[in-house]
């Protein structure tokens, strides 16, 4: 499904990420952690094109997205949910998942999709006529991710979900996630908080400074010394 | 980018010299043989010199577009007309009073304009744009002005040693354009134009060490509206006939945004150049039956300068001098000697545009290759650590008592963004002697903290006290004043000065105000203790991040500050990079500077800090000794998820 | 009934104003640019509009079919420019206003810098007026009203209803975000400054239709346009409209109860109110962009 090889990537001439490599195959859920700073937001958002300096392949359904301009990604079956949400805060519930849907092959079908993602979220079906910023933050963490699921991805990309959200509503997210996964869309997540995302996943990864440090199911991760020591600094 | 001392001084000799060889041409104009015609062409290039050099000195020093140059225009053409032209007050005296019309004009105008939190240049631009449509229709309605009849201006007298009318406006506008470009001199070469500079290249920065931006921007403006103002007085002489349609008139902006962006808009010289190749310009199109294209002509320039030259021809002068002066000099001699056709000033006119062509021709610049930096851990130059035997001092004078002295005092601070809570219940004290960590996850408000420190924000609720100074009351450069300087997480460099300039900047306006040469010996300094001795004399466009933020750093050390806040300041570093930052951070701790550190790196702050404070969704989750504070269980959650402390 | 015919008059003009605003908000919204072109395209509408309509002898309003597709060229044109040179908000306010003043500048030396105006067997609207009760109203100022209000409010409906409006808006909101759901951003701002350009065309064929025209209409169109723009909320099509008629009237009534010369004045004066105490426009929902 996704397949990034020896992936660089830069700001200006900081360096955030040195020979990333990683897979998702068809239907899995894998999980990247890591502190702060690691470079995983970097990691999915060249993914998603979102951030474009980038060297080295990334692969989804063996199209190598790097050569692709940023507003065709969506249309190789990749969806972003973006660290902070960055829902489009002046329009309504409705517009943001309309806009969601707003490649060709996702729009002929979009009030089944729009059913389907106020199934998920049943919260916002009762606002959707309301402006998408003044949402508390997990109702725009709904509307993201249903966002994302309008596009009808075969992979989604999660940055952060959990970010600056209460845990009852951490729960909530993560209890929705697991309903996408089991319809067969391929997930990539990032997260910082460690045990959540172990619980998800099937496969992780940790990066530390911009490296994959470690790798493998989420189970030997889970006890692996290294991710203590890299995101708790002892 | 800025001409040295050794420019300063030749411009001292240079300048009144070009003014006495000036006036001489009206003093022994029928010696000399020089038509008439020729002074008023002068006289022309001395008008627009003057408007464009004031508007130069806000809006091209600092970078506030003014749409407005026909408010200054205006009113100083009125003051002279209704006061001379009606009443008959002396021509010298409503110079006077035009300047200071329009200074009072300004004030009200940037008293407004700057204190408006949201201003941003296109809408200082707007704002401007309005004010003399706003004057011309007072003009017109109100009969004590002009009631939309027009005002006459009669001859006036003059000394009798002056040959003609002629003579006497041109001997005035050279007096006033020569003061003009001298104020526009003097104030490049003070700190009133460094400060306008600093403004121009990164404004919330400049604040931040220690410049008083409001008053900078104000007096800038009402420099360059007092100039206008006089100007317009000028002008208003010159055409005779003041009209509301000919002073509040669209194309003085025009005009003088053109000159300035042709010639170059951060030098003083630059208007001066734009103006005298516009006006000839002008004046040749208008005698060779182009009239009608004038307009296009300027535009286009404008138009095109903007997308392919926008830094003007001073600079490109700068670059290639000698190739420029062949050009100007050249190009009209081989006409003469050729019998081309026309007159010399068309051969005049056509050496300066290919001296022009000359100096914008895009040649080979040193562009910082766009190509990604490959590992530099390898690279000791830049990250060598500087020699210890420099080192620099700034608190060790009062050895650090018993009991450490309270420096920073956050007591129970909110700050909400709209609905956003960012931080709640915030209590933080910071102790003279202190490194302490600030860590916390991702939008815990870490870097929302740092802002309400430095006093670039203010707190919605609560109090932070700066050597017992409430922060409330004062603007961020009094708070650098207090002794607070903090470092951006994505370096702001002031662009157009060299490295040892934008440390000087922070020493010239800190605590103790102070001289160019004396802050640009004690940047020297801070730059060896950071370790950039070597790339003193760099733009920070030639730096790597790393170099970048070792900038940073020196720069808010300059401030001498009593507490140094880095913002993520090893964000992006490789590790040998980290190791040398570090090092420099620890030096800055001996010399006596207190430090607040927001790091992603929990390795670098354990090794670092002296206290860690974690913040997580805006409130202070645990505080206190390092070793502590990472094995709380309540950290670990907050790190590692919600049973990680089982893990 | 001075006034309130002055107040009405007012505001069936403010229609037009506004129309000839909301090319410039959008593109200020959305794509960033402040287009000072947009007048010179509105200008070169008008004069289109007086060539065609007087050379050819066909009605005025059907000169539409050919200059709003030219000057939808026209706006697209000058977008891709802009988007080549990548200018910033600030940069794209000095371009275009050397381009501007290229443009009136071409204007002046193809149709000279006097009067130009239809006769009256070409333009059939010049002349006539409709009363209600002792309010009398030219059908020339109804017809640029009705014509305004619709295409503005079709144009908000478009923004609210459909994929490509919603596009648009999300656009302004973040480029990067919109990238990535597939939005094409040359594609789209090309196509709204296009629809700018044809809107410019319209708002220009109706200039024709009831004054005179000079080039030199485009700096006095500059103050009250920009007025609106402001007030209205920049990229916000129903704040322009009202933001149009409220202008619109204040002004006019201003020029009857004390003298025309107070328009800029009154309109100014708006301005400078509007950017001092609500940056954001008067008209734009609260916690504006």
Redesign the interface.
């Known amino acids: 499904m996704l397949e990034v090889r020896a992936l660089d990537a830069f700001y200006g001439d900081a360096r955030a990420l040195w020979g990333v490599s990683l897979d998702v195959r068809a239907g899995e859920t894998v999980c990247v952690i890591g502190p702060n700073g690691a470079g995983k937001s970097t990691l999915v958002n060249a993914i998603a094109r979102l951030h474009t300096r980038t060297r080295g392949r990334i692969a989804v359904d063996g199209t190598d997205v790097c050569g692709v301009a940023p507003h065709r990604v969506c249309s190789c079956g990749v969806a972003i949910v973006p660290e902070g949400r960055r829902v489009f805060a002046h329009m309504t519930v409705h517009d943001n998942l309309c806009l969601g849907a707003y490649r060709p092959a996702a729009r002929k079908t979009y009030k089944q999709q729009l059913q389907r993602a106020y199934e998920l979220f049943p919260r916002l079906s009762e606002r959707s006529n309301q402006l998408a910023g003044t949402l508390s933050g997990g109702e725009q963490q709904m509307v993201a991710i249903a966002r994302a699921l309008m596009a009808r991805p075969r992979l989604l990309l999660l940055d952060e979900p959990s970010l600056g959200l209460a845990p009852v509503v951490i729960d909530e997210v993560f209890d929705a996630l697991v309903r996408i996964g089991a319809q067969g869309v391929s997930i990539l997540l990032v997260e910082q908080d460690v045990e959540r995302a172990l619980n998800l996943a099937t496969r992780a990864y940790l990066l530390v400074e911009g490296r994959v440090a470690a790798q493998g199911s989420s189970a030997e991760l889970r006890h692996s010394d290294a991710v203590r020591a890299a995101v708790l600094g002892t | 980018m800025r001409p040295g001392r050794s420019a300063f001084a030749a411009g001292r000799w240079a300048f009144p010299l070009a003014t006495a060889g000036l006036a001489v041409l009206s003093l022994y104009r029928e010696s000399l043989g020089l038509p008439v015609s020729y002074l008023s062409l002068l006289t022309l290039v001395f008008v627009w010199t003057i408007q464009a050099t004031g508007w130069n000195i806000l809006s091209g020093f600092s970078g506030y577009f003014s749409f407005g140059q026909a408010a200054y225009v205006g009113t100083g053409a009125y003051a002279t007309a209704v006061l001379y032209g009606r009443h008959g007050v002396s021509v010298y005296l409503t110079l006077v009073v035009a300047a200071g019309l329009c200074a009072l004009l300004a004030l009200a105008i940037g008293g407004l304009a700057f204190r408006l939190r949201s201003l941003r240049g296109e809408i200082f631009a707007l704002l401007t744009l309005a004010v003399p449509f706003i004057l011309g229709a007072l003009a017109r309605t109100s009969r004590a002005i002009d009631g939309g009849q027009g005002i006459p201006l009669p001859v006036p007298s003059f000394p009798a040693q002056i040959g003609l009318f002629q003579d006497f406006l041109y001997l005035m506008g050279l007096v006033i354009a020569a003061g003009a470009v001298g104020a526009a001199f003097a104030i490049a070469h003070s700190r009133f134009g460094w400060a306008l500079a600093a403004i121009r290249d990164a404004e919330p920065v400049a604040e931040g060490l220690g410049v008083a931006t409001f008053q900078y921007k104000l007096l800038a403006l009402v420099a360059s509206a007092a100039i206008g103002g006089v100007g317009g007085s000028l002008f208003a002489l010159y055409i005779g006939f003041v009209t509301v349609e000919s002073v509040f008139n669209l194309n003085f902006p025009l005009f003088v945004i053109v000159m300035s962006v042709l010639g170059g808009r951060t030098h003083w010289l630059g208007p001066v150049v734009g103006a005298v190749l516009v006006v000839l310009l002008q004046n040749r199109l208008a005698s060779s039956a182009f009239e009608s294209w004038q307009l296009i002509v300027l535009g286009a320039i404008l138009a095109v300068l903007v997308a392919v030259a926008p830094e003007g021809l001073v600079s490109g002068v700068r670059r290639r001098p000698r190739p420029v002066l062949g050009a100007v000099l050249g190009a009209p001699l081989l006409l003469w000697l050729a019998h081309a056709p026309g007159q010399p000033l068309d051969w005049i006119l056509a050496g300066m545009l290919v001296a022009a062509a000359v100096a914008v021709w895009p040649g080979r610049r040193r562009v910082p290759s766009t190509a990604p930096a490959e590992p530099a851990g390898v690279e000791p130059s830049s990250s060598a650590p500087a020699s210890a035997s420099t080192p620099r001092t700034p608190a060790a004078s009062h050895p650090a008592p018993a009991t450490p002295a309270l420096l920073i005092d956050c007591r129970q601070v909110a700050r909400y963004f709209g609905g956003v809570h960012a931080l709640e219940e915030v209590t933080l004290r910071i102790h003279e002697g202190e490194i302490v960590g600030l860590v916390g996850p991702n939008g815990s408000g870490k870097t929302t903290l740092i802002s309400l420190l430095s006093g670039s924000l203010r707190p919605t609720r609560g109090h932070i006290l700066v050597a017992g100074r409430d922060t409330q009351a004062l603007a961020p450069h009094q708070v650098a004043h207090a002794g607070v300087a903090r470092t951006y997480q994505i370096p702001r460099p002031f662009a157009s000065m060299t490295v040892r300039d934008n440390v000087a900047m922070a020493v010239m306006f800190g605590r103790v105000p102070s001289r160019l040469t004396q802050a640009r010996a004690r940047a020297e300094q801070h730059i060896e203790f950071v370790g950039l001795g070597h790339l003193a004399g760099a733009l920070p466009s030639a730096l790597n991040l790393h170099q970048r933020q070792l900038l940073e750093i020196a720069r808010a050390l300059a401030t001498e500050p009593k507490v140094l806040l880095l913002d993520e300041a090893l964000a992006g570093l490789n590790p040998a990079e980290i190791d040398s930052a570090v090092e420099v951070v620890r030096r800055v701790h001996r010399a006596g500077t207190a430090i607040v550190i927001v790091e992603h790196l929990l390795r670098v702050v354990n090794q670092l800090a002296t206290r860690v404070v974690v913040l997580d969704r805006g409130t202070v989750l645990a505080d206190g000794e390092p070793r502590a504070v990472m094995s709380d269980p309540a950290v670990i959650q907050a790190y590692l998820g919600r049973s990680g402390a089982r893990a | 009934m001075k006034f309130l015919q002055a107040a009405l008059t007012g505001m069936l003009l403010g229609g037009l104003h506004a129309l000839m605003a909301a090319g410039l908000s959008l593109s200020w919204g959305v794509l960033r640019i ?1 287009n000072l072109t947009h007048f010179g395209l509105i200008l070169l509408g008008a004069y289109l509009t007086f060539q065609i309509a007087s050379s050819w002898h066909i009605d005025p309003i059907l000169t539409l079919v050919i200059t709003v597709p030219v000057l939808f060229a026209g706006g697209a044109l000058l977008q891709w420019g802009f988007d080549r ?1 990548a ?1 910033t ?3 794209s ?14 204007v ?2 193809l149709w000279t810098a006097d009067f130009q105006q239809m006769a009256p067997d070409v333009n059939p609207y010049a002349t006539g007026s409709i009363s209600i009760g002792r309010l009398v109203f030219p059908s020339t100022t109804l017809i640029a009203f009705a014509l305004s209000v619709l295409l503005l409010g079709g144009a908000h409906q478009v923004l ?1 209803r459909t ?1 490509i409006g ?2 648009l ?2 656009f302004a ?2 480029k ?10 040359r594609r789209i701002s090309i196509l709204l400054a296009g629809i700018a350009g044809g809107s410019a065309a319209v708002a220009g064929m109706l200039f024709a239709l009831s004054t005179a025209l000079t080039p030199f209409a485009a ?1 006095e169109w ?2 009250i346009v ?1 007025a609106v723009v ?1 007030l209205g909320g920049i990229g916000n099509v129903v704040g322009t409209l009202l933001a149009g008629l409220l202008v619109g009237t204040l002004s006019s009534l201003a020029s009857v109860i ?2 025309p ?5 009154v ?3 708006l ?2 109110v509007a ?2 105490v609500r ?1 954001q426009g008067l008209f734009a ?1 609260a ?1 504006g ?1």
């Not at chain 3, 306010?93 to 071409?106: E, I, K, P, T, Y």
């Not at chain 3, 990067?176 to 951003?185: E, K, L, P, R, S």
């Not at chain 3, 010369?261 to 004045?265: D, I, K, L, R």
């Open positions: 402040i040179l200018v908000e600030l940069n306010l000095l371009l275009s206003f050397g381009l501007l003043v290229v443009m009136l500048q071409a002046s030396n609210q994929f919603r596009a808006r999300a909101m973040d990067t975000v919109a990238a990535a759901f597939g939005i094409d951003h700096f500059f103050g920009f402001i004390h003298s010369a107070t328009e800029p004045f309109v100014f004066s301005i400078v950017l001092l940056p929902r916690g962009q």
